[in-house]
């Protein structure tokens, strides 16, 4: 089963907001999905993106992918950049750390 971050739309006409949810990728738009991950308000200026960062970090981990819409909508909000820095900290401290693999000098 593909699994995609995307928009769901709701709200009322000329109105629109979004629901970030997690849903297999062959579902309709606004039909069945797995989980709510946050909202997207683009009518209320800067309080737009509302975001449950660590479930998004959750589902990219598993492998789920997100649109290009919701890809943009989690680098504004800062998730990637912040996984980014994460993950490359989580590198640099394992080359860091020497594991037990040769002689031992007594």
């Known amino acids: 089963m593909a699994v995609k971050i995307r928009l769901r739309r709701v709200g ?3 109105s629109p907001m979004y629901r970030i949810v997690v849903a297999d990728s062959k579902s309709p738009r606004d039909g069945k999905f797995l ?3 946050g909202q997207y308000q683009p009518r209320t200026g800067e309080k737009a993106i509302n975001l449950d960062s660590d ?3 959750y589902w990219l981990n598993v492998g789920a992918q997100p649109t290009d819409t919701v ?3 989690l680098r504004k909000a800062g998730v990637l950049k912040q996984r980014h820095e994460s993950r490359l900290a989580e590198k640099l401290q394992a080359k860091a750390v020497p ?3 040769g ?3 007594a």
Request: glycine share 12%; no cysteine.
């Open 35 to 37: 989980e709510i991950v």
């Open 12 to 14: 009322r006409k000329k």
């Open 99 to 101: 594991v037990g693999g």
């Open 71 to 73: 890809r943009s909508l």
């Open 55 to 57: 479930r998004v970090n």
């Open 103 to 105: 002689r031992d000098e």
